[in-house]
């Protein structure tokens, strides 16, 4: 089982870190000594690899979603520029929805599914597919690209996809075996 900030809350931060870069964040994880351990010798128990591989999953899946909650989001509608933030508005994707008469939108991408580096050929036919659908569909869309703010992860191909439901966006980006997407309604 799990429980969130029980017993303990917080978690510790070097303090050279510490309230010096809005991109640094921790995740503290205590994990119960009696499923990896045996707490009279000191010895690894029989449960000690399942442990040791749920916390790195943990820790991977973490690092990844804080790698999308720090990732720009860059469309190009003709003559515009579109900066797009998670948990920020943004007055030109405003713009663009107001023009169109469209309430929401998703950015999406078939490069790199589950957060995994892709072969280029295997992105470049991916992306493809994602573009037929989206044209079969009738869908309003303008290219755009998805840049990471740290570490070393090329900008990826993507589309701001304009007018579609939050459901069909994630079946959507599901398909594609993408691991986020941005979603998101006017206002």
């Not at 003559?79 to 007055?91: D, H, K, N, T, W």
């Not at 663009?96 to 957060?115: D, M």
Request: aromatic share 8%; with cysteine; hydrophobic share 35%.
């Amino acid at each position: 089982s799990s429980a969130r900030n029980q017993p303990f809350s917080g978690s510790y931060v070097p303090t050279c870190h510490y309230m010096t870069e809005s991109r640094v964040t921790s995740v503290m994880l205590e994990v119960n000594r009696c499923l990896y351990m045996d707490e009279n010798t000191g010895r690894k128990s029989a449960g000690f690899d399942s442990t040791a591989n749920t916390v790195k999953a943990l820790v991977s899946v973490a690092v990844l979603f804080e790698a999308f909650r720090h990732t720009h989001f860059i469309a190009y509608p003709p003559g515009e520029r579109v900066l797009i933030r998670i948990g920020r508005q943004s007055e030109g994707l405003e713009r663009v929805l107001h023009s169109l008469n469209a309430h929401t939108w998703a950015f999406i991408t078939a490069f790199n599914p589950k957060g995994k580096e892709t072969r280029p050929e295997a992105n470049q036919h991916a992306d493809r597919a994602l573009v037929e659908e989206l044209r079969a569909k009738g869908l309003r869309t303008f290219s755009g690209e998805g840049k990471a703010d740290v570490g070393g992860w090329p900008a990826e191909p993507s589309h701001l996809i304009v007018g579609i439901g939050r459901d069909d966006a994630i079946e959507l980006a599901q398909r594609f075996g993408q691991a986020a997407l941005a979603i998101g309604e006017r206002g």
